[in-house]
């Protein structure tokens, strides 16, 4: 079982994860990242090696030449399904169990390198599987907030997966968000992403690429370079809303972004995440927008975003759009 | 130039270096860090090179034997001491000018590696330095906050130096801190940075070292592993208001607490970020308190902070804080 604590003075959440504990040891074996590809052991990812995960909570294409995208439980979860949330002080502080849900989605049944090598196709299976747990998860009252993340490479394991998050706690970077997007819509009845859809077609200076459902940009303060956003051009709060239409079209831009970085930067590390609204109790359904950030882990500012809190970004978006647009 | 930019939904400041925008080649240069070392070129900040930099501000031990530390405006700033706020819409967003300071101080005239390793008399002619720039810096009314960062080893020269950030505002980081201690304040009309004083001191599970004007403590929500803030007992909100006999303290504690981490972690990558009261306006007098956070990068969890907004940190700060203690 792992802790969430509470941060007193920002009243962030932090995970702190108590069972096994890290030592100096492991962080000095973490300086030879990839250790699971380097290891020569074999990958829990891949097909054939199932009974390396504990048992699948989704799966596509299990027709009859086996599954194409494969939904597991993470061994080493953040969050926790089983347990009590124990909400207790220790001296001024405040922490609980890290109740929720972390699961692993494996993107394909052995190692492609990236979204950006993938098929169209074979990315939308990846979709339906997000929105597949998100619908069961939201189920569940002890979750508050569904996130996705997908690190390019995978920290732990090359096999392409991602992570869904299914969290007690709205965490800070959503609730930032939302705290924008209320103040935002008590100022002008509007929806700020709504607004920022209008801006971007209108300026047309960091648009990157259009779908019918989808506005693909790199935002006016973009905190990373070429920082992207994806967008749906009418509002909508929840990701598991998606359509079948939008889950094609989104497959597409997924895999055409990520080849033009690839173009781009020579196969850059990157990331993405899908934020969401809120669940329970059916808050912001006009305010919040859910949306795909996009990034490179190509930063020069390392180091001064966390010291300083304001981001470093020496190339401005519109550079990044123009470059972007090109390489297509 | 560079302009100050607003996230429009968060309300972040992002810093956008508009001239010499880089391009995909300058980030594939960067796959290889540490570019001067290798590169062979003359150290900027050596002595004897004094002419590869613009003037400098201030400097300490000039008598007979030349400088010991050396303060040099930034070649690239990400904030200019020439210049016009020049506030303005673009569209829907709001940017500025980036007017500010940055500087850079050259923390001894030749290349010893980290402050692990330099004598504390040194690190005490650094912390002179940092005072002496906060106390001129101050005085220009476009300055709000002021702020220094060391990155070990750093980014583009590995001659060891640390940044000094005069900010026309104040950044997110320390924006969250002051609301925090307000909300704090008005509940209790008590310091938070000094009752987590008063709690670290009496359940002793967290604290590495302490002297009389200091305590060094692991905080009880730690977002990375080892993180270690550095916090005056008695209450002060601004750095620059250190004592003769706090910075004997504070050099001795800097030394002893980066040699701990080298002992233990194999002369791992670190950071410190000096948090002070904003200034201008005499704001938070009673609530802040100044203080050094300290982290190692050397993280698991790249990626999981930018996309979900919390922190996973495997070792436990009770953990981190006995290894400390013990490695001294």
């Known amino acids: 079982m792992g802790e969430l604590r509470r941060e007193p003075i920002?009243?962030?959440?932090?995970?702190?994860?108590?069972?096994?504990?890290?030592?100096?040891?492991?962080?000095?074996?973490?300086?030879f990242p990839f250790r699971v590809a380097e290891s020569g052991e074999p990958c829990p990812f891949c097909r054939g090696n199932e009974w390396m995960t504990p048992p699948e909570t989704f799966?596509?294409?299990?027709?009859?030449?086996g599954w194409t995208v494969r939904v597991v439980p993470n061994k080493s979860p953040f969050f926790h399904i089983e347990g009590d949330f124990d909400r207790r002080a220790e001296g001024m502080y405040d922490l609980m169990g890290s109740i929720g849900a972390h699961e692993i989605v494996v993107e394909a049944p052995d190692h492609p390198p990236s979204f950006a090598t993938m098929d169209p196709p074979q990315i939308r299976q990846v979709l339906l599987a997000y929105r597949q747990r998100f619908i069961d998860l939201e189920r569940d009252p002890r979750i508050h907030q569904m996130l996705i993340l997908k690190n390019y490479p995978g920290i732990f394991?090359?096999?392409?997966?991602?992570?869904?998050?299914?969290?007690?706690?709205?965490?800070?970077?959503?609730?930032e968000e939302i705290l924008g997007?209320?103040?935002?819509y008590q100022r002008k009845e509007r929806c700020i992403f709504c607004d920022i859809v209008r801006e971007e077609l209108s300026a047309r200076k960091r648009v990157v690429m259009e779908t019918s459902s989808f506005l693909v940009f790199c935002p006016f303060a973009s905190r990373f370079p070429f920082e992207t956003w994806i967008i749906p051009k009418t509002h909508s709060p929840d990701f598991q809303a998606?359509?079948?239409?939008?889950?094609?079209?989104?497959?597409?831009?997924?895999?055409?972004?990520f080849a033009r970085f690839r173009t781009l930067l020579s196969d850059p590390?990157?990331?993405?995440?899908?934020?969401?609204?809120?669940?329970?109790?059916?808050?912001?359904?006009?305010?919040?927008?859910?949306?795909?950030?996009?990034?490179?882990?190509?930063?020069?500012s390392e180091g001064f975003e966390w010291g300083t809190g304001f981001f470093v970004n020496p190339t401005p978006p519109e550079n990044a759009a123009e470059l972007l647009r090109d390489s297509g």
Do not use: C
Not at 162 to 173: D, E, I, K, T, Y
Not at 242 to 257: A, F, K, P
């Open 10 to 31: 920002v009243r962030r959440w932090v995970v702190i994860t108590t069972e096994n504990p890290k030592g100096p040891s492991d962080y000095l074996a973490f300086k």
């Open 59 to 65: 799966s596509t294409g299990t027709g009859g030449g």
């Open 157 to 175: 394991n090359r096999h392409p997966h991602s992570h869904l998050l299914a969290m007690p706690v709205v965490p800070r970077g959503i609730d």
């Open 181 to 184: 997007t209320l103040d935002y």
């Open 242 to 257: 998606i359509t079948e239409e939008m889950m094609g079209d989104l497959s597409v831009i997924l895999q055409s972004l």
């Open 269 to 300: 590390p990157y990331s993405f995440v899908v934020h969401t609204s809120p669940i329970q109790g059916q808050f912001h359904r006009d305010e919040y927008h859910w949306h795909v950030e996009a990034r490179l882990r190509i930063g020069l």
